[in-house]
């Protein structure tokens, strides 16, 4: 034991001295824009970006969405966090967003966007976010950039392998990253062996509206799953999953759960839940979780669900295998026609590719390697169908670029290794600054990737940008592989942790981009259709102000009669019907947030006066040349 | 042919400005008023309320209710007239035709005096002397920070096409008589 920890000490040691070898000299070789980068990634003032990227916040628990190839930052969509420029999480119509079993939860950390895709292709309609601490997946509609619908995942430590979709958007999947007792009961942390569990949950997706609704849980061995992939073409009907503490340690993982040589990729035949899920096999298990949407009347509403159909993987054959996989594996890929599904190892100094078509004749032949926890193992060598052998150390993530190569990124040596599917030779390999984690190629997880760029998704930059104090940004990193040699192309500064992210080409989504919300179709229970409906209510000691706003002027604009004490409601319609005219409202000493309120759109504010006086209130989006003249105030008795 | 006229614009006075690089525009139908693209009409009368003009009803604006029947009548006289295929009769009808589009015209004029000089004066916030915000009846204006552009719609023109149609048959029909007669003499 002592042995096997000094060895793994001393081979981390030279990792971290090999890194910062590289770093050193890595610097020397590059000098940012050089011959016709400028040109590449040049959009002239007026026209359009090629692509929209959707990128992770991470830790910031939203979503940026960016041009490419310009790198231009066009919007924050706010997901699992309150934000207070749009009042998401503020206003009283998207708070019940960020409800949970565990009370109003204003944060998470976003890990993965997915683009819905149709037959495996990038469709544009919604972007599937997870939120790993609470888990929970956020769905995005992409004619609004809004945030309209969240989940909650029962029987779940931790949403990591999520939110992978299947190539019809027919599930989001959300896996369990830390694995707990499930049902939730009080035991010793060392009886980890005995009492703790994993889930994989698949949730459908209605192809219509969207809307999600748990279909059912797999219960599987207590490990760390990581990220997933579905198949698609001939291994339509299966997801798989990476996983790593095999070892199933509860303490010191960062030595304890690197003990085996190998780890899993974990092979789900969904298609067949799917048949004992309608066979009525599984049981229902008690589970509490809250849904929460955006109803017709743009309005959030939380439902709390209970139940939820379980499938022990143990007791299904067939249902779940292992692909034995080298030292803790991190990414999971599966390459655009379908049959090699790529792992990357933290740890490993080789990147193993299995077939799926291997995959299926060992288990037809019962290749097994004997099981783990009521799991069968499948033989190495019986599923394999090739290693990248000396691609650079700690490969993770695998992007495809449609024209028969992998993209893999690799954290400890900072660079990007490309290789050919088949030979699984390394044919080009170039600098990331600095320790990248996910890449991305548009589409480059779907059935025909659009290729052209690389993203490097980086988690630290040290001396590429101006320092700004101890935290610096983290940042993406455009490069060029139209031709043999990838070339970078453009750094640019992210939001948050660049987690991952996804794109599509522009005119999936922009000419679906709505550009006001039709005042008539307005059907929140406070929306006023005129000016002449502004009015104040007052019941009991709640009350509600009935708000119309138009360039330029609040009505009612002078409110009268509200004492200390009261719950005072703004409910604030914008009666305008023109594109990019929002209005805001903030009212002084708010413990809150502005309202920041769309074209046709209706939403509310709680205010509570805490002393007497005549308070203003005023626009807060820049509307038109009376913008500052648009105020008013409202007047509190004690 | 007219009757083509119901399915187009007869006028469409097109806005432009910077802030409204998708266009902004009024269509004006034969019984109705509506934006050149849905939302245009709120955004000009949400715009106009601002500096003091009139808010637009299609619905209050009594020409609308007047001018399919106008029209109808000029159409079921041009049938007469190509039945009975007189050339006094065609005369009586172009003569008919002219007063009424000069009356739709003037009309149209003191339609748009009346919006552009009647302004509640409270609310005229942006006074620059010597301009109104009266829209041209044809042609091109500088109001405020927008260029107003008034010029037939396809219904106009149809309209127009009728009635030169009408006068090149009226002319023709003037040198057929006319050279029987130099034939005779
Ligand atoms: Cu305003």
């Known amino acids: ?638 | 042919m007219l009757s083509f006229t119901y399915f187009f614009p007869l006028w469409e006075i097109t806005l432009e400005a910077p802030q409204y690089p998708e266009g902004l525009g009024l269509e004006i139908w034969i019984n109705q008023m509506q934006g050149q693209h849905p939302g245009d009409l709120n955004k000009i009368n949400n715009l106009n309320h601002y500096i003091g003009m009139k808010t637009i009803k299609p619905e209050s604006i009594p020409e609308l209710k007047i001018m399919p029947w106008v029209m109808r009548g000029v159409m079921l006289l041009g049938l007469l007239v190509a039945a009975t295929g007189r050339r006094s009769w065609l005369t009586f009808w172009l003569l008919i035709f002219i007063a009424v589009a000069a009356a739709g015209l003037v009309d149209f004029y003191l339609w748009g005096y009346d919006y552009g000089h009647n302004l509640d004066t409270e609310h005229a916030i942006i006074k620059v002397p010597g301009m109104s915000y009266q829209p041209p009846v044809i042609g091109a204006k500088k109001l405020l920070n927008f260029r107003a552009i008034s010029l037939p719609g396809i219904g106009g023109w149809i309209a127009i096409g009728s009635f030169t149609i009408g006068l090149l048959v009226w002319l023709w029909e003037m040198r057929r008589q006319r050279k029987p007669a130099t034939n005779a003499a």
């Open chain 1, 1 to 638: 034991m002592n042995a096997y920890r000094s060895i793994i000490i001393t081979s981390s040691a030279l990792l971290l001295l090999m890194l910062a070898t590289f770093v050193g000299c890595s610097k020397k070789q590059e000098v940012g824009g050089v011959g016709d980068a400028p040109a590449k990634v040049y959009v002239a003032p007026g026209t359009y970006d090629e692509f929209y990227a959707f990128m992770s916040g991470g830790f910031s628990g939203q979503v940026s969405v960016y041009g490419l190839p310009s790198g231009r930052l066009f919007r924050v969509i706010p997901v699992f966090g309150q934000d207070p420029e749009k009042a998401y999480g503020y206003s009283e119509e998207t708070k019940p967003l960020l409800n949970t079993t565990h009370g109003f939860i204003p944060w998470d950390d976003a890990h993965h966007p997915q683009l819905s895709v149709t037959d495996g292709q990038t469709d544009g309609r919604w972007l599937f976010i997870n939120g790993n601490n609470t888990p929970r997946i956020a769905r995005i509609d992409l004619t609004t950039f809004e945030t309209v619908e969240t989940i909650e995942i029962p029987n779940s430590g931790g949403n990591h392998g999520s939110p992978y979709l299947t190539p019809n958007t027919e599930y989001v999947v959300a896996s369990t990253r830390f694995s707990v007792p499930i049902p939730q009961k009080d035991v010793p942390i060392s009886s980890y062996k005995e009492n703790f569990k994993g889930t994989i949950s698949y949730i459908k997706v209605d192809s219509a509206t969207g809307r999600m609704n748990l279909a059912f849980q797999i219960l599987v061995p207590g490990i760390n799953y990581d990220l997933s992939r579905a198949g698609k073409g001939p291994s339509y009907g299966w997801s798989f999953f990476s996983s790593y503490n095999s070892e199933q340690a509860n303490t010191q993982l960062e030595v304890n759960a690197s003990q085996n040589d190998k780890d899993f990729i974990a092979a789900v035949n969904w298609k067949l839940a799917e048949e004992l899920v309608a066979q009525g096999k599984g049981e229902q298990w008690p589970a509490s979780y809250y849904h929460n949407y955006m109803d017709a009347a743009d309005v959030g509403k939380s439902e709390v669900m209970s139940g939820v159909r379980v499938l022990n993987a143990k007791e299904h054959p067939g249902l779940v295998y292992y692909l034995p996989t080298p030292k803790s594996p991190h990414g999971c890929d599966v390459d655009p026609s379908g049959e090699y599904i790529v792992a990357g190892g933290k740890l490993a100094a080789l990147i193993p590719v299995h077939s799926f078509s291997k995959l299926q004749r060992a288990i037809a032949n019962k290749d097994f390697d004997g099981e783990y926890d009521g799991i069968p193992i499948l033989k190495y060598e019986s599923v394999i169908a090739g290693e990248v052998k000396e691609p650079g150390l700690g490969p993770l993530h695998t992007e495809f670029d449609g024209l028969g190569y992998g993209y893999t990124s690799m954290f400890l040596s900072s660079e990007i290794v490309k290789w050919k599917i088949g030979t699984w030779e390394v044919v080009d390999r170039i600098p990331t600054y600095y320790s990248i984690g996910h890449l991305m190629i548009p589409g480059g997880d779907t059935k025909q990737p659009y290729g052209k760029y690389v993203v490097a998704l980086n988690k630290i930059t040290k001396d590429r940008y101006l320092p700004t104090g101890p935290e610096l940004t983290q940042s993406a990193q455009l490069i060029d592989i139209t031709g043999d040699k990838m070339k970078l192309l453009l750094d640019f500064p992210t939001i948050g942790e660049p987690h991952y992210a996804q794109a599509c080409p522009a005119t999936l989504i922009k000419d679906k981009s709505k550009r006001w919300y039709p005042i008539e179709e307005n059907h929140n229970p406070y929306a006023i259709k005129a000016e002449g409906d502004a009015r104040v209510e007052r019941d009991g000691k709640t009350v509600h102000v009935y708000m119309s706003t138009i360039r330029t002027h609040f009505a009612p604009d002078n409110i009268e009669g509200v004492k200390v004490g009261d719950k005072v409601y703004f409910h604030v319609t914008n009666l305008e019907q023109d594109w990019d005219v929002p209005h805001g409202f903030s009212v002084m000493g708010s413990t809150n947030s502005e309202l920041l309120i769309l074209p046709g759109q209706t939403r509310t504010i709680l205010w509570e006066p805490k002393q007497a006086g005549v308070i203003p209130f005023y626009c807060t989006d820049f509307c038109s040349a009376l913008h500052q003249e648009m105020q008013g105030w409202i007047r509190v008795s004690s």
